[in-house]
Structure formats: C-alpha cells, structure tokens
C-alpha cells in the first residue's frame, strides 16, 4: 500500500528555517508530480509548491524567494527547504503525490500524507 509519511516539523523562531521530509513507501513515485500543502488554522489547505517527475517547479507568490523542493529519486523522497520563516507559516503541511502536476496543485493529488505541524514564534 503506498504511503507518504512526512517528518521535520516543530517549533522555530521567526527568520529562522526547517526542512520538511517525506518519504514514499510502497510504490515508486518517480514518475509523479510531488507537492507540498499546508492548513492554517481555519483556513482552507492551499498549494505552496510542486515538482513535476522530470523536475521542474512551481512556487505560490507566498512562498517564493523562501521555500525550495527537491526531490531524491533514489530514495523516494521529497524535501521541502523553508528558510526566512514567518508566523503566517504556521500550519500543518501535508505531501502529495499524483499522476499529473495539474491534478496535484488544484489540490486533487493520488496521495496525501498525514501532515506535520510547523509552527513560527514571533
């Protein structure tokens, strides 16, 4: 059964940075557009940024300039770098995957993951 499980959320101070991980498990996901989502508290969950399979990227205007992905094919894993944080980051942001990036940034990808909090202190 494939899964995507994501780790390296937690606390951190306003400018500082985390790296977000999420492993795919269960199937190969090379040929899959891969994303990352979050939801703030009583917000709705948006789209900050995907990779096609072959690599190329698309950035929410939110998050551009600060949050790099990149993916590892070898191991089946995508990152998500986040540097110069804010408090409007706090939410908790949840990995994709999908057949087609266009399914995945209008927020109906194959998979999710189970989501991990980041929070920004002020």
């Known amino acids: 059964q494939a899964q995507l499980v994501e780790s390296g959320g937690g606390l951190v101070q306003a400018g500082g940075s985390l790296r977000l991980s999420c492993a795919a498990s269960?199937?190969?996901?090379?040929?899959?557009?891969m994303g990352w989502f979050r939801q703030a508290p009583g917000k709705e969950r948006e789209f900050i940024v995907g990779?096609?399979?072959?690599?190329?990227?698309n950035h929410a205007d939110s998050v551009k300039g600060r949050f790099t992905i990149s993916r590892d094919y070898a191991r089946n894993t995508v990152y998500l770098q986040m540097n110069s944080l804010e408090p409007e980051d706090t939410a908790v942001y949840y990995c994709?995957?999908?057949?087609?990036?266009?399914?995945?940034?209008?927020?109906?990808?194959?998979?999710w993951g189970q989501g991990t909090q980041v929070t920004v202190s002020s």
């Open positions: 994709a995957a999908s057949a087609s990036s266009i399914s995945l940034e209008s927020g109906n990808p194959n998979y």
């Open positions: 269960g199937r190969t996901f090379s040929g899959y557009a």
């Open positions: 990779i096609s399979w072959t690599g190329i990227t």
